[in-house]
Structure formats: structure tokens, C-alpha cells
């Protein structure tokens, strides 16, 4: 094949299912069949690697990185004509590694949101039923894969939006330790917990993006100059004397029985294959949802005060310069992203702070040193990635906490920073269930031994 075939073949999918899907927001047809002619002609010359991994493969990305010349939107308004000047680094280390870029992906207005319904475009729905929600904030990145547009896609996560749906979808998603992938070029939400990180179909895929993606930046201060290990070398399928801990609050009340009942067969599997699993406890879990949210909307707050008309996207000119910042962020901030800032700013204010801010602050403190003492002991931790297998559109749009109650098994890692990724993990009412497997901080190498072995 050619990667002129390859890339054909991406489009012609995406045109077959993506009317009904709904993933991505942008194609780039027109660039890619380009790019990939050109590689095709380094190739027919002898001057490109065909060994290469990624040599020529289709890819999309979330709308919420810079990618050169190619709208990005983070769906929303308020960025509608906004065309970025640079590549984010992942996506520019992709493009180092010879991929074609298709797309621009769907997603929850700046990320905020667990069931793709937040976007301002357009609906995305689950590949396995369009009746419901592929899951959030990466819900393009996770419908592509899993409904066979691209073989693989970025995503972000700073709550869960990589692993929720990832786990909705039925694909791998692996949220990287907070300073493995560079945030340049990242829309901001959240800069203590956001990490990009790649969604595909199999743990496999998953390590080789992994390994183009990681590594330290310059240009984003919080990546760490830590050397990036061979992923590929971990995935021996030996996880023989592993020690597994399954926090007993991963199972508490609120997880489907559908859900548990396939964990616990994993958990089986994962003890056939010769590790040992035991209970242990995240006594701090059931303050993480609360402290993410108050943490999340604060940044939020902070990082999106630049969307004000004057530099960047859409402006909606008014007599003042005060009327012009308040047209237009009011006409350009869908619902649910106002609320994160009005809950943020709340937050900061001075009288509130420490009573919100800084105790949030506290638990994350507590959160991350709960997981630090299991892994003194345990090698991984596991369960499930969510609740629930994927709700209906419309079920839960009206009800915001119950929205974000989705996140409340994946928020917790990114308040301690570590590694996580979801399998999937079966399927419970003909709907598919996600397996949480979660790592020390930069040991994404066993965290993807154990789902290798698992899958
Ligand atoms: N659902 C979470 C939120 O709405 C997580 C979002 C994310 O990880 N980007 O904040």
C-alpha cells in the first residue's frame, strides 16, 4: 500500500460514518492527500523510512491543539475564525514522525464537560449506539477510532476526558504522569491537571504514539527532562508476582452491577496470570470530586480571561472597549464554560479563597499522598474507569452534578498527577466497560505491561 491508499482509505471511512458519528469538526483533505504524495515520492526515491512507526499513518486531532494554519476551534464560539500560528509540540512531533493529519476532532466546549453535548458545532454520538454519548471532553477523539476513521488520535485529559471516553468507545486511552507530554500548544482548562495523550485500538498503538508524543519541552516549563523509555520493551505479556491494589472505594456504591461484574472478572484474569490482587483503600477519594471542581474552575477562570475579543477569535465590536469584552464574551461562551468561570472566579475571591481555594489545595495535597503510600506497596492500582457504561443523549444535560459525578474515578489522578489508562474491559447491556489501570508517577512502563497483558 501507499500512503496515498492509507490516507484515501481514512477519508472514505470518515465520509461513510462520520454524517452519523459526528466526530470530527474539520477535515483537511486537500493538505493530507498532499502530504501524503510528497511521502509517497520520498519513498519511491529512497529518501523516507518506511520502518518508521507511524510512517504514513492517518491521525486526528482534538480540537483543542494548535495545529498550523488548520482552524482550532475547542469548539467553541468563540474561537470560530481563530487559525493558529505554530503546531502544539505533540502535534508537531507527530508530524516529525511522518503522520498525516485528517482533522480536527469534536469535543466539550474547552474541554469542559464528560459527554461531547457541551460542544458549540455539533453532536457527537457513541459509534456503538448513536443514541448515546461517546463520552467527554474527548468524545471526537474516542468516536474516530473506535468507528475505524483513523487509526489513532490525540486527546487531552484533565479530569478524565481522555479515559471516560475512551472507556464509552471501547478503545484505549492513556492519560500520560502530569509533565511527561509538553502542554505547549494546549488550550489551556486547567494547567496543574491537563495532559495530552493518545486514544487507539490497542495497548500496542497506544505505547508507539506514546513514545513520539513524551518527552521534555522548553517551551512548556512543567514538562520534566526525564529520560523516555522504550514503551515498547515492557509490553512482555509477564506480569507474573505483580502486586495489584484495588481501592475498596473503586466498587462503592454508584457503580453499575454491569460494571463491577466485569471488573471483578478482570481482576480474575489479571490473578490467572500470576499477579495478586488486594483491597486497599484511597481514604481521601470522596473529597477529590468537590476539590477537582473548585481546582479546575479556578484555573479555568484565570486561563480563559485572554478569549476577550481583542486577541485572539471572534470579536463583537461595541462603542467601548468594556461593552466589547462583555458582548463578546457573553456571545461567545456557551453555557456550561460561564458557569466554570463564574464558579472559579467565586472561588478566588478574596473572603472566599481560603475557605474554597486553599482547602481544595489541601486535599489534593491529601489525594496524591494517599496514592503515594499504596505504591510503596502496590505496583498498579485498578478499577473501573467509569461508573456507568454510556448514558443517552439528553439524559443528564440538565443536571450539571450529576454530570459531573461521571469523573468521579478519574479526576483523582489528575489531582496526584500520576499515569492512568482505560482497556476496555467487555461489555455490560451489549455497552462497553472500561478498565482503569493506574501507575507511580513516570512509570507509564508497567502501567501498560499490566494492560498489555491484560488485553
Ligand atoms: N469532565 C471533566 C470536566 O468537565 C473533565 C474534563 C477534562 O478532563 N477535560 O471538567
Same mark, same amino acid.
Given at each position: 500500500?501507499?500512503?496515498?491508499?492509507?490516507?484515501?482509505?481514512?477519508?472514505?471511512?470518515?465520509?461513510?460514518?462520520?454524517?452519523?458519528?459526528?466526530?470530527?469538526?474539520?477535515?483537511?483533505?486537500?493538505?493530507?492527500?498532499?502530504?501524503?504524495?510528497?511521502?509517497?515520492?520520498?519513498?519511491?526515491?529512497?529518501?523516507?523510512?518506511?520502518?518508521?512507526?507511524?510512517?504514513?499513518?492517518?491521525?486526528?486531532?482534538?480540537?483543542?491543539?494548535?495545529?498550523?494554519?488548520?482552524?482550532?476551534?475547542?469548539?467553541?464560539?468563540?474561537?470560530?475564525?481563530?487559525?493558529?500560528?505554530?503546531?502544539?509540540?505533540?502535534?508537531?512531533?507527530?508530524?516529525?514522525?511522518?503522520?498525516?493529519?485528517?482533522?480536527?476532532?469534536?469535543?466539550?466546549?474547552?474541554?469542559?464537560?464528560?459527554?461531547?453535548?457541551?460542544?458549540?458545532?455539533?453532536?457527537?454520538?457513541? +459509534?456503538?449506539? *448513536?443514541?448515546?454519548?461517546? @463520552? /467527554? $471532553?474527548?468524545?471526537?477523539? %474516542? !468516536?474516530?477510532?473506535?468507528?475505524?476513521?483513523? +487509526?489513532?488520535? *490525540?486527546?487531552?485529559?484533565? @479530569? /478524565? $476526558?481522555?479515559?471516560?471516553? %475512551? !472507556?464509552?468507545?471501547?478503545?484505549?486511552?492513556?492519560?500520560?504522569?502530569?509533565?511527561?507530554?509538553?502542554?505547549?500548544?494546549?488550550?489551556?482548562? %486547567?494547567?496543574?491537571?491537563?495532559?495530552?495523550?493518545?486514544?487507539?485500538?490497542?495497548?500496542?498503538?497506544?505505547?508507539?504514539?506514546?513514545?513520539?508524543? %513524551?518527552?521534555?519541552?522548553?517551551?512548556?516549563?512543567?514538562?520534566?527532562?526525564?529520560?523516555?523509555?522504550?514503551?515498547?520493551?515492557?509490553?512482555?505479556?509477564?506480569?507474573?508476582?505483580?502486586?495489584?491494589?484495588?481501592?475498596?472505594?473503586?466498587?462503592?456504591?454508584?457503580?453499575?452491577?454491569?460494571?463491577?461484574?466485569?471488573?471483578?472478572?478482570?481482576?480474575?484474569?489479571?490473578?490467572?496470570?500470576?499477579?495478586?490482587?488486594?483491597?486497599?483503600?484511597?481514604?481521601?477519594?470522596?473529597?477529590?470530586?468537590?476539590?477537582?471542581?473548585?481546582?479546575?474552575?479556578?484555573?479555568?477562570?484565570?486561563?480563559?480571561?485572554?478569549?476577550?475579543?481583542?486577541?485572539?477569535?471572534?470579536?463583537?465590536?461595541?462603542?467601548?472597549?468594556?461593552?466589547?469584552?462583555?458582548?463578546?464574551?457573553?456571545?461567545?461562551?456557551?453555557?456550561?464554560?460561564?458557569?466554570?468561570?463564574?464558579?472559579?472566579?467565586?472561588?478566588?475571591?478574596?473572603?472566599?479563597?481560603?475557605?474554597?481555594?486553599?482547602?481544595?489545595?489541601?486535599?489534593?495535597?491529601?489525594?496524591?499522598?494517599?496514592?503515594?503510600?499504596?505504591?510503596?506497596?502496590?505496583?498498579?492500582?485498578?478499577?473501573?474507569?467509569?461508573?456507568?457504561?454510556?448514558?443517552?443523549?439528553?439524559?443528564?444535560?440538565?443536571?450539571?452534578?450529576?454530570?459531573?459525578?461521571?469523573?468521579?474515578?478519574?479526576?483523582?489522578?489528575?489531582?496526584?498527577?500520576?499515569?492512568?489508562?482505560?482497556?476496555?474491559?467487555?461489555?455490560?447491556?451489549?455497552?462497553?466497560?472500561?478498565?482503569?489501570?493506574?501507575?507511580?508517577?513516570?512509570?507509564?512502563?508497567?502501567?501498560?505491561?499490566?494492560?498489555?497483558?491484560?488485553?
Amino acid at each position: 500500500v501507499t500512503v496515498t491508499d492509507l490516507v484515501k482509505e481514512s477519508f472514505k471511512r470518515i465520509k461513510e460514518v462520520d454524517d452519523k458519528v459526528g466526530a470530527f469538526l474539520l477535515l483537511n483533505e486537500e493538505n493530507a492527500m498532499a502530504q501524503a504524495k510528497k511521502l509517497d515520492e520520498q519513498l519511491s526515491e529512497g529518501k523516507a523510512d518506511p520502518s518508521e512507526i507511524l510512517f504514513g499513518l492517518p491521525v486526528g486531532i482534538k480540537d483543542n491543539m494548535m495545529t498550523l494554519g488548520m482552524k482550532t476551534t475547542a469548539a467553541s464560539q468563540i474561537l470560530d475564525n481563530f487559525e493558529p500560528v505554530y503546531n502544539a509540540t505533540a502535534v508537531e512531533k507527530l508530524i516529525d514522525a511522518n503522520t498525516i493529519t485528517v482533522g480536527k476532532l469534536n469535543m466539550d466546549e474547552f474541554a469542559m464537560g464528560s459527554s461531547n453535548e457541551n460542544s458549540s458545532y455539533k453532536l457527537c454520538r457513541n +459509534p456503538w449506539d *448513536l443514541s448515546r454519548v461517546p @463520552g /467527554g $471532553s474527548s468524545g471526537g477523539s %474516542a !468516536a474516530a477510532v473506535a468507528s475505524g476513521q483513523v +487509526p489513532f488520535t *490525540l486527546g487531552s485529559d484533565t @479530569g /478524565g $476526558s481522555i479515559r471516560e471516553p %475512551a !472507556a464509552f468507545c471501547g478503545v484505549v486511552g492513556l492519560k500520560p504522569t502530569y509533565g511527561r507530554v509538553s502542554r505547549y500548544g494546549l488550550i489551556a482548562f %486547567a494547567s496543574s491537571l491537563d495532559q495530552i495523550g493518545p486514544i487507539t485500538r490497542t495497548v500496542e498503538d497506544n505505547a508507539y504514539v506514546m513514545q513520539k508524543i %513524551a518527552g521534555h519541552d522548553h517551551r512548556d516549563s512543567t514538562s520534566v527532562d526525564k529520560p523516555v523509555p522504550d514503551y515498547l520493551k515492557a509490553l512482555t505479556g509477564d506480569i507474573k508476582g505483580m502486586k495489584i491494589g484495588v481501592p475498596k472505594e473503586f466498587l462503592a456504591a454508584g457503580v453499575e452491577d454491569g460494571v463491577k461484574a466485569r471488573i471483578k472478572e478482570a481482576l480474575a484474569k489479571l490473578e490467572e496470570l500470576g499477579a495478586t490482587c488486594e483491597e486497599v483503600s484511597l481514604p481521601h477519594s470522596k473529597y477529590a470530586l468537590p476539590a477537582y471542581y473548585i481546582l479546575s474552575s479556578s484555573e479555568a477562570s484565570a486561563n480563559l480571561a485572554r478569549f476577550d475579543g481583542i486577541r485572539y477569535g471572534v470579536r463583537k465590536e461595541e462603542n467601548e472597549l468594556l461593552q466589547t469584552y462583555k458582548k463578546t464574551r457573553s456571545e461567545g461562551f456557551g453555557d456550561e464554560v460561564k458557569r466554570r468561570i463564574m464558579l472559579g472566579t467565586f472561588a478566588l475571591s478574596s473572603g472566599y479563597y481560603d475557605a474554597y481555594y486553599t482547602k481544595a489545595q489541601k486535599v489534593r495535597t491529601l489525594v496524591k499522598e494517599d496514592f503515594e503510600d499504596l505504591f510503596l506497596q502496590y505496583d498498579v492500582l485498578i478499577g473501573p474507569t467509569t461508573p456507568t457504561v454510556p448514558f443517552k443523549i439528553g439524559e443528564n444535560v440538565e443536571d450539571p452534578l450529576t454530570m459531573y459525578v461521571n469523573d468521579i474515578l478519574t479526576n483523582l489522578m489528575n489531582l496526584a498527577g500520576v499515569p492512568a489508562i482505560s482497556v476496555p474491559c467487555g461489555q455490560a447491556d451489549g455497552l462497553p466497560v472500561g478498565l482503569q489501570i493506574i501507575g507511580k508517577h513516570f512509570d507509564e512502563e508497567t502501567v501498560y505491561k499490566v494492560a498489555h497483558a491484560f488485553e
